[in-house]
C-alpha cells in the first residue's frame, strides 16, 4: 500500500465492480416511481459490498476502507440507496456491539437497514419502506433499531426526491450502538465518498453536453462562461477525490489524524458535490431542470446525503474540533 | 437620483399592502406553493386581477387612452414589489399587463388594441410566450418553427419548449420563421391557442408543477391580421419586450421575504445567536440590498426616458446573486426545511434554481455587460 493513496491493486478492484454497478443501478431507473434499489439487496450483499472493510471471521471480505471508500464513490455515481451505507455502517455497530451474529446476517443481506439521522424533532427516515432495522445516526454515533419499533412514522415526500423520506420519532432501546468516536469516522468516510461520486459524475455530464450543446452556432463549452465552470468542476472533483483517497489511507492506518483528514474529505466532498450538481443543472439550461434530465437527481441526493452527515454546518464544526489549536465551538446559549 | 419615497409613494404601498391583506386567503401560502404557473394559482389569477381591475389597480400604469391611469413608472414597480414579494396572485397575468400589453399599445394596429385589451384588462385571459426552442435557447435567433405564407394568413409547423403557463394559456405571442433570411425572416405572430394543430404537453420538472410545457404546432393557421408590426421588424419588437422582462420581475422581493422568515424561524429555536449564521444571514441581505438597489437605478433610467444600457445585464445577475445566496443560507442552516418540512422554502429553493435559466442563461448577462458596459472584445466566433 502506498503511503498517501489508494494503491494500483485496490483502483483495480474497485474497477472490478463497476460493470455490474451499470447494469444492476443505471440512474435512469431512478425515472420510474415504482424502483427500489432493495430489489437487489441480496446481490449487493454476496458481492459483500456491505462488508468490504469487515474481517473474515466477523463475516466481512477483509479489505481495507481504502477499498470501501473507493466502492462508495461509485455507489455516488450510480445513486444507490444510502441504505447500503446504512448496511455497512450498522454491521460495524453490530460488530462493535459485541453483536456478531446480528453483524453476520446483516452482512449475509438477511435482514435489509435503512438509514436515519435524529433532529431536534425526532428522526429524518431515508428510503425504509423495505427495511428491517433502521440505523439512527446522530451526533453521538449510530443506535440499530427494528423498524417495527418507529413510531409516528410520516410520509414526507417519494416523488420529489425520488426517494422516500419520512419523519418519526426516536424509538428507545436500541438493539446494538456504537460511540462516535468509533463509528463517527466512518459514517463520514462512506458519505464523503458517495458525495464525491456525484460530483465526479456531475462533472462528466456537463462536460458532455457542453461538448455537444450548440448555441449561437458552436459548442458551448467553447464560451468561457461555460469552461470555466467547468474547471471550476474538475478541480473540486481532484480536490475531493484526492482528500478521499489520502484520508481513507490515513483511516486504514490508523494514523493519529485520521479523524481530522475523514472530516476534511467531507466538507471538501460536500462543497464539491453541491458546487457541481448545481452547476451542472445551469450548463444544461431548461434541460438541467426538467425532470426528464438526470442532473435534479444528483443535486437531490447530495442534500439527502448531508443531511444524514449532520449539515454541512456540522461538518464544518467536527472538522474545526480535530484541530487542536481551532479546538471544539464554545456552545451558544439562547 | 433622489432616494427615498414621496409620501405619494408610501400611501401607494400602504395600499397595495392594505390590498394584499384584505384579499389573500387563509390558506394562499399552499395556493402559492407551486408558483405563479400552477393551476391553482392560475385559477386564483383571474379572482384576484378581477379585484385589481376594480380598484383601478391591474393596468394603472398603462395610459388613459387604453384604459389605464398613466401610473407613473415608480407606482408600477412599488405595486410589482409588493406582489411579487407577496408570491405573485397575478400568477401568469404579470406578464399580461408588464409587456405584452405595453408592447401591442406600440407595435399592434388597432383592430388587434380592440381584440386583446379588454380581456387584459379584466384579468380573464392568460397569454404565453412561445420563444425558446430546443436548438434555440439563448440564442433566440437560430428559432427553427416556421411560418410558411399561405393565402389570407401562415401556416405555423414546429415546436416550442420550456413555455411557461402554456397549459392554461388563451393567446402566445409566437416567434416564428418565414421563408426569408436572418434575422429579418422572423416573425411574431399573435396566436389562439385553442386553434386546431396547438397541442400543449407539460414538462415535469423540479420547479412547480405546471410550470413549462413543450408546445407543438402542426399545420397551425393564423390569420395574417394576427401578425404583430411588419414582416422584419420582429426583432426590434422582442428587443423592447425583454427590455421589459428581464427586470419586471422584482425576484429580490422574494428572497427577502424568505430571508426574514427564515431569521425569525431560527430565533424562535435560539440558532440564530450563532455568529456564523448572522454572518451568512447579513451577506445574503447584503446581497438582497444590492439587488433592489441596482434595479431601483434600472427604473430610475425608465422612469427618466433615460436611454437603456448595460445596467440592465448587471442589475439581472445581483438579482440571481441575491436569490442563490438566500437560498444557500437556508440550505445550510435550515436543511430540514428541505427535506419536507416547509413547503414555501422548497419552493424557494426550486425557484432560485431556475432564476439563472428562465429568461435566457444568465452567463449572457456578463457576455453583454462585458462588451456593453466594459468595452471589451466579444468572445471570437470558433468553427462551425
Known amino acids: ?334 | 437620483m433622489e432616494f427615498g419615497w414621496s409620501p405619494e409613494q408610501t400611501a401607494h404601498r400602504e395600499r397595495v399592502q392594505t390590498l394584499l391583506g384584505r384579499e389573500l386567503p387563509a390558506d394562499w401560502d399552499d395556493i402559492a406553493v407551486h408558483g405563479p404557473g400552477s393551476n391553482a394559482q392560475t385559477a386564483f389569477s383571474k379572482i384576484f386581477c378581477k379585484k385589481l381591475a376594480d380598484e383601478g389597480l391591474l393596468i394603472s400604469h398603462w395610459p388613459k387612452e387604453y384604459g389605464g391611469n398613466d401610473m407613473t413608472v415608480w407606482d408600477q414597480f412599488i405595486m410589482g414589489e409588493e406582489l411579487w414579494a407577496a408570491g405573485e396572485p397575478r400568477g401568469p397575468q404579470y406578464m399580461n399587463v408588464n409587456w405584452i400589453g405595453p408592447v401591442l399599445m406600440r407595435y399592434g394596429n388597432e383592430a388587434q388594441k380592440a381584440e386583446y385589451f379588454p380581456p387584459i384588462a379584466s384579468g380573464s385571459v392568460v397569454w404565453c410566450q412561445g420563444f425558446s426552442e430546443p436548438s434555440a435557447g439563448s440564442d433566440l435567433a437560430s428559432l427553427r418553427t416556421k411560418a410558411d405564407k399561405v393565402e389570407g394568413g401562415y401556416l405555423v409547423n414546429g415546436a416550442k419548449v420550456w413555455t411557461s403557463y402554456a397549459g392554461l394559456a388563451t393567446h402566445c405571442f409566437l416567434l416564428a420563421r418565414t421563408a426569408s433570411a436572418g434575422k429579418g425572416a422572423i416573425v411574431i405572430l399573435l396566436l389562439d391557442m385553442t386553434s386546431p394543430g396547438v397541442q400543449v404537453k407539460q414538462i415535469p420538472a423540479l420547479i412547480g408543477e405546471g410550470d413549462i410545457h413543450e408546445v407543438f404546432f402542426t399545420d397551425v393557421f393564423v390569420p395574417a391580421e394576427n401578425l404583430l408590426g411588419e414582416e422584419g421588424q420582429a426583432w426590434e419588437i422582442i428587443t423592447f419586450a425583454l427590455q421589459n422582462e428581464r427586470i419586471g420581475i422584482p425576484r429580490y422581493a422574494f428572497s427577502r421575504r424568505m430571508l426574514d422568515r427564515a431569521a425569525e424561524k431560527l430565533k424562535a429555536d435560539g440558532r440564530f445567536e450563532n455568529p456564523v449564521v448572522r454572518d451568512r444571514a447579513g451577506r445574503a441581505l447584503a446581497l438582497c440590498e444590492a439587488a433592489r438597489l441596482m434595479v431601483y437605478r434600472v427604473v430610475h433610467q425608465r422612469a427618466t426616458k433615460a436611454p437603456q444600457d448595460a445596467y440592465g445585464n448587471l442589475a439581472r445577475w445581483a438579482i440571481i446573486q441575491a436569490d442563490h445566496a438566500v437560498n444557500d443560507f437556508m440550505t445550510e442552516f435550515m436543511p430540514e426545511g428541505l427535506l419536507g418540512e416547509d413547503q414555501m422554502q422548497i419552493a424557494h429553493h426550486q425557484r432560485a434554481i431556475a432564476a439563472g435559466i428562465a429568461s435566457g442563461a444568465a452567463e449572457i448577462q456578463l457576455n453583454l455587460a462585458a462588451r456593453r458596459y466594459l468595452d471589451l472584445p466579444s468572445e471570437p466566433r470558433r468553427g462551425l
Open chain 1, 1 to 334: 500500500m502506498s503511503i498517501f493513496h489508494a494503491s494500483a491493486e485496490q483502483l483495480e478492484l474497485v474497477e472490478s465492480f463497476v460493470r455490474p454497478l451499470e447494469e444492476l443501478f443505471p440512474v435512469a431507473r431512478l425515472h420510474r416511481a415504482e424502483h427500489t434499489d432493495y430489489d437487489n439487496w441480496v446481490t449487493a450483499a454476496e458481492f459483500g459490498w456491505f462488508g468490504i472493510s469487515l474481517p473474515e471471521e466477523a463475516g466481512g471480505i477483509g479489505l481495507s476502507v481504502v477499498e470501501e471508500a473507493l466502492l462508495f464513490a461509485q455507489f455516488g455515481r450510480h445513486l444507490i440507496s444510502p441504505g447500503f451505507m446504512a448496511a455497512s455502517l450498522a454491521a460495524k455497530t453490530a460488530s462493535l456491539s459485541g453483536n456478531d451474529e446480528l453483524a453476520q446476517k446483516i452482512l449475509g443481506g438477511e435482514i435489509p437497514v435503512a438509514i436515519a439521522r435524529q433532529t431536534a424533532a425526532g428522526i429524518t427516515l431515508v428510503d425504509a419502506e423495505n427495511a428491517k432495522l433502521c440505523l439512527v445516526i446522530s451526533a453521538e454515533g449510530t443506535k440499530l433499531f427494528p423498524v417495527e419499533a418507529i413510531q409516528q412514522r410520516a410520509l414526507l415526500d417519494r416523488t420529489q426526491w425520488s426517494i422516500a423520506l419520512e419523519s418519526a420519532a426516536l424509538p428507545g432501546n436500541p438493539i446494538a450502538q456504537a460511540s462516535e468516536e468509533d463509528i463517527g469516522a466512518s459514517i463520514n468516510l462512506l458519505i464523503a465518498a458517495q458525495l464525491t461520486g456525484i460530483a465526479a459524475a456531475t462533472l462528466e455530464m456537463a462536460v458532455a453536453y457542453a461538448q455537444i450543446r450548440q448555441q449561437f452556432g458552436v459548442a458551448i463549452g467553447s464560451f468561457q462562461a461555460i469552461k470555466h465552470y467547468c474547471t471550476d468542476m474538475v478541480m473540486n472533483v481532484q480536490a475531493a477525490k484526492d482528500m478521499l483517497s489520502f484520508s481513507a489511507v490515513a483511516m486504514a492506518g490508523n494514523q493519529p489524524d485520521h479523524r481530522f483528514q475523514v472530516a476534511s474529505a467531507l466538507v471538501v466532498a460536500t462543497r464539491a458535490a453541491f458546487f457541481n450538481t448545481g452547476k451542472n443543472i445551469q450548463i444544461h439550461g431548461g434541460m438541467g431542470f426538467s425532470a426528464e434530465c438526470d442532473a435534479h437527481l444528483f443535486l437531490k441526493r447530495a442534500h439527502v446525503l448531508e443531511t444524514l452527515a449532520g449539515g454541512l454546518k456540522a461538518s464544518r464544526a467536527a472538522l474545526r474540533a480535530e484541530n487542536s489549536i481551532f479546538g471544539k465551538d464554545a456552545a451558544f446559549t439562547g
